[in-house]
Nanobody, 114 residues
């Protein structure tokens, strides 16, 4: 499985970004999927997840600001991030949920300036 996240960038606090993840093979069709992030000096954490049935869960810090969605025919997972805060600054990754250890890609950097 190869997972490639994109769409990160530099944005001011209060701004928005939409992350996209391409998942090779049939990973997105047979697994729950998640968006993870890792800030400098911190462990990687799950911020949003979607089950195969479409049920979504969010970390408390991003609830009502982030939305995870999936386009199965296009093999894509998305994360819409609104009202971004400086504490959202991190490298964002997509992976299955629970994650496949060998499927971590390079991630995409999100930097939110105050």
């Amino acid at each position: 499985v190869q997972l490639q996240a994109s769409g990160g960038g530099l944005v001011q606090a209060g701004g928005s970004l939409r992350l996209s993840c391409y998942a090779s093979g049939n990973a997105i069709s047979i697994n729950g999927m998640g968006w993870y992030r890792q800030a400098p000096g911190k462990e990687r954490e799950l911020v949003a997840a979607m089950t195969l049935g479409g049920r979504t869960t969010y970390q408390d810090s991003v609830k009502d600001r982030f939305t995870i969605s999936r386009d199965t025919p296009r093999k894509r997972l998305y994360l819409q991030m609104n009202s971004l805060k400086p504490e959202d600054t991190a490298v964002y990754y997509c992976n299955t949920d629970p994650p496949l250890p060998r499927a971590w890609g390079q991630g995409t950097q999100v930097t939110v300036s105050s």
